[in-house]
Nanobody, 119 residues
Framework: QVKFVESGGGSVQTGGSLRLSCVGS????????MGWYRQAPGKEREEIAK?????????VYADSVQGRFVISTDNRRRTVYLQMDSLKPEDSAVYYC???????????WGQGTQVTVLS
């Protein structure tokens, strides 16, 4: 059974940093592109970063986080990370990870981790 467990969220002041982690299980991790997503109240879930699980990972970022967030993966630990710096109040949301393929089909979401950026 596919499962994602996100952690690392919390409350920080504007300009602060957080590092999110997400462990995936129940599937062959290196067969998939992994992504981070977020959903703010009243808004649709959006993709903010994705990474290939290859030896030389390729990373893609949404414009809203480019230059502030860094996605990385530890394939041995089946874990994808999101380092978030220079946080803004508009970054406040529940953050999720998923395989990009399953995210497009809107399946296999975990419980997410809440990030709140205080102004």
């Amino acid at each position: 059974q596919v499962k994602f467990v996100e952690s690392g969220g919390g409350s920080v002041q504007t300009g602060g940093s957080l590092r999110l982690s997400c462990v995936g299980s129940g599937f062959r991790y290196t067969d998939y592109v992994m992504g981070w997503y977020r959903q703010a109240p009243g808004k649709e879930r959006e993709e903010i970063a994705k990474i290939t699980t290859t030896d030389n990972p390729v990373r893609v970022y949404a414009d809203s986080v480019q230059g502030r967030f860094v996605i990385s993966t530890d394939n041995r630990r089946r874990t994808v990370y999101l380092q978030m710096d220079s946080l803004k109040p508009e970054d406040s949301a529940v953050y999720y990870c998923n395989a990009v393929e399953w995210a497009r089909r809107d399946i296999d979401w975990g419980q997410g981790t809440q990030v709140t950026v205080l102004s």
